[in-house]
């Protein structure tokens, strides 16, 4: 199993400004992921970090918008850039397989005015 | 592209009563499903998969390719089922990785 940290767990923002959620793994893992869960939605992959190369996006999500690192095999960070109240969101961090267990962050809950 | 629908927001049962939440998927290839859950003030978790056809906490799924569904059910419910419950289902992206695809969740409220 692995132990995920998310930080800050909560912000409120400004429109146009910048945030950066940190997640960190307690172990190492090959996967981590970025997903975000709009009020009364369905959570949604944004992307795959991958370790030492640019990240995997999802269709409808560009790295300009949402960019993402993963400088090694336990952290990772998202920034959700140039907000705006449409950004509003949960966003979640995920270590593991999507083919056996994934384990999530307890999110960082965005609010944008 | 793959789906999971959850017909159901919220599901209220009495303590002691049967519980079936349903889930219906949609996928080109061999499905591979999960039920996570969310407890009050808690992360998400997973609670079971189908591959492993093992009874957690009282709950079962079963696949059924035929009718595309993997609903979840436990015969007595109890107080601390109370969650929410997220029927997931593992597939090929686009970009060709394995990806996680969830349906929007039932709030399961057992009433004591």
């Known amino acids: 199993s692995a132990v995920i940290s998310q930080k800050p767990s909560r912000d409120i923002c400004q429109r146009g400004t910048s945030l950066t959620i940190q997640c960190q793994v307690d172990s190492q893992v090959t996967m981590m992921f970025w997903y975000r869960q709009q009020p009364g939605q369905s959570l949604t992959l944004i992307a795959t970090a991958n370790q030492g190369s640019e990240a995997t996006y999802e269709s409808g999500f560009v790295i300009d918008k949402f960019p993402i690192s993963r400088p090694n095999l336990t952290f990772s960070t998202l920034t959700v850039s140039n907000m705006s109240p449409e950004d509003s969101s949960i966003y979640l961090c995920s270590a593991g397989t999507a083919k056996y267990e994934q384990f999530f962050g307890p999110g960082t809950r965005l609010t944008v005015l | 592209a793959q789906r999971v629908t959850q017909p159901e927001k919220l599901l209220s049962v009495f303590k002691g009563a049967p519980v079936e939440l349903k889930c219906n998927y949609s996928?080109?290839?061999?499905?591979?499903l999960f039920w996570y859950v969310q407890y009050s003030r808690q992360r998400l978790q997973l609670l079971l998969r189908?591959?492993s056809r093992e009874s957690i906490k009282g709950f079962t799924a079963d696949l059924n390719k035929g009718e595309t569904s993997f609903h979840l059910k436990k015969p007595f419910a109890q107080e601390e089922d109370s969650a929410m419950y997220y029927c997931a289902l593992s597939g090929r992206s686009g970009a060709g990785s394995y990806q996680l695809t969830f349906g929007k969740g039932t709030k399961l409220s057992v009433i004591p």
């Open positions: 996928y080109s290839g061999s499905p591979e």
């Open positions: 189908h591959i």
